[in-house]
């Protein structure tokens, strides 16, 4: 969800690497050719993810000379179109070095036509990358606890929701416990973001929350989480505190609830985060770490034969 925090990190473009190689080629220097393509890209985990140097189709293609955008609009993936799209806010640009869209749209690997969820959406930033990327042939429902809505959410949520780009999406107002409706079932995926750690001093049965996302999901559905990493052995005793929530845990809770981790990856990790510090967003940002904080982010299947 947006209302708990981001970071970000550089990254190699994608577009600049292609243009090199077109060029050698063109000029018969294949020994150079073979130099840069010895490179290689660095593998992921067990996600293959780019980690934060991988190479990534950017956003915005740089212009350096005559008739480069649209070569390289065309090479660049899906979730680079999408991101890029014309329409999307300012608003929404700015928090992107944060939060790193493109990497997680790959990550989720929604195509048009699938059907997902955005749990504790917020003000919509994640719901509405996930709406263009399933189309208009397919469906995301965003939900919203009262909590969120009453005390931040409510006035920029419905705002968003009147934009052309949400039209795909149906608002859910409901408690965690249950989170969505009846009719959300055989969905390819479910995402929450930022927002487990506060599924804790909600005082959520995180239980029947896990389940009722199970149930929802299709066998070989997916069940994206990312949030600010606690210090080993916290659990979850630093969940209000400091905003954030072990791994582990996460780890440990959701296998419990029947899911298989498929996959993580690396692109909000942070090293040098000492996870000693509140990563909510106002309390980040008025001590000058907003976007700082380590976070791990996990890919969970309904496995497609129960075990």
């Given at each position: 969800?947006?209302?708990?925090?981001?970071?970000?990190?550089?990254?190699?473009?994608?577009?600049?690497?292609?243009?090199?190689?077109?060029?050698?080629?063109?000029?018969?220097?294949?020994?150079?050719?073979?130099g840069v393509a010895g490179g290689g890209c660095k593998?992921?985990?067990?996600?293959?993810?780019?980690?934060?140097?991988?190479?990534?189709?950017?956003?915005?293609?740089?212009?350096?000379?005559?008739?480069?955008?649209?070569?390289?609009?065309?090479?660049?993936p899906a979730s680079a179109a999408l991101v890029a799209a014309p329409d999307r806010s300012e608003e929404d640009r700015a928090l992107d070095a944060q939060r790193r869209p493109e990497e997680l749209l790959d990550f989720v690997g929604l195509?048009?036509?699938?059907?997902?969820?955005?749990?504790?959406?917020?003000?919509?930033?994640?719901?509405?990358?996930?709406?263009?990327?399933?189309?208009?042939e397919g469906v995301v429902y965003g939900q919203n606890n009262a909590f969120v809505l009453e005390?931040?959410?409510?006035?920029?949520?419905s705002e968003r929701l009147s934009r052309e780009a949400m039209a795909k999406v149906v608002r859910v107002d409901r408690e965690l416990e249950d989170p969505l409706p009846p009719e959300a079932d055989k969905l390819d995926a479910v995402v929450m973001v930022l927002f487990y750690h506060d599924s804790v001093w909600m005082k959520t049965d995180r239980a029947a929350m896990n389940k009722a996302i199970f149930d929802a999901l299709r066998p070989g559905g997916a069940y994206v989480v990312i949030d600010h990493a606690g210090r080993p052995g916290s659990g979850v005793s630093e969940a209000q505190t400091l905003h954030r929530i072990e791994e582990s845990t996460v780890r440990e809770?959701?296998?419990?609830?029947?899911?298989?981790?498929?996959?993580e990856a690396d692109f909000l990790r942070n090293p040098e985060d000492a996870r000693d510090w509140n990563a909510a967003p106002r309390a980040a940002a008025e001590s000058g770490k907003r976007g700082e904080s380590d976070r791990f982010v996990l890919k969970f299947i309904k496995p497609v034969t129960p075990g």
């Open positions: 969800m947006s209302l708990f925090a981001p970071g970000s990190t550089d990254r190699v473009p994608r577009v600049a690497l292609l243009t090199t190689l077109r060029r050698l080629v063109a000029g018969g220097c294949i020994s150079a050719l073979i593998g992921g985990d067990e996600s293959a993810a780019p980690e934060p140097a991988a190479l990534e189709a950017p956003a915005a293609v740089e212009a350096d000379e005559p008739g480069e955008p649209e070569a390289a609009q065309a090479e660049a195509k048009p036509g699938m059907r997902a969820a955005d749990l504790m959406a917020g003000f919509g930033y994640t719901t509405e990358l996930l709406a263009r990327a399933v189309g208009p005390r931040f959410a409510e006035a920029g949520w809770e959701l296998t419990a609830a029947g899911f298989e981790l498929a996959a």
